[in-house]
């Protein structure tokens, strides 16, 4: 009986031999394939990990610096996160927050210049389209008009088509083109929610253009969401 099961049991040893000769490269390639892949997916999320703390360090001085007023700090921030951390969602905040600060303080090249960088970096296509259409605000405060133009979308996306019709509609209206500044204007009105308090800007536009929206027209706009939301 026991040299029956040392037979059958070096049988068995001998086809695991073969099996292991023949395939037992392969199997280790795998294997270590398989870890190698596994350490490098858990070693690019450490890294991005420590990239976003780094650039969420550089983002509260920044913000720090926004909320004090100084500009060349902000600058010198933003600089330093376009350099090491471009590809962080806080590199495209602070690039608006950057510009903010910086076209408050009449620095407007160096507003340009942070807006530019968002509008061709930001990952986020939100943040790119707000970047252009600040930037078309600096670029009119600089009468580049007609490169304030271009940087608006004919076509913008809902949320963004009331903020871009008024952007244009400010544009139109330093170059002297009332009229087509008050188109963009009335566009601008019907497309924004009668909830949203800069509304009442724009009516002040279109007023001081003699074209205030009427009276029953404006209760028409405030009841056409309500409309739309019970269909």
Known sequence: MATHL???EQEQLDQLKHFWKQYGNLITWVLILALGGFAA?????????????RA???FDELDRAAQTGDADRATRVFSDMREHYPSTAYAEQAGLLAAKVQFEKGKLDAARESLQWVA???????????ARVRLAGVLTDQKQYDEALKQLPADAPKP??????????DILLAQGKKDEAKAAYQQAYQAMGPEVEYRRLIEAKLTSLGAAPAPEAAASA????AAGASQ
């Open 222 to 225: 405030a009841s056409a969401p």
């Open 41 to 53: 997916f858990n070693g690019w999320h450490w890294y991005q990990r420590d990239r976003a703390g």
């Open 120 to 130: 061709a970096n930001a990952v986020e296509p939100e943040y790119q389209l707000l």
């Open 6 to 8: 040392d037979l059958e």
């Open 56 to 58: 969420g360090v550089l």
């Open 160 to 169: 963004f088509e009331a903020l871009v019709a008024d952007r244009r509609g």
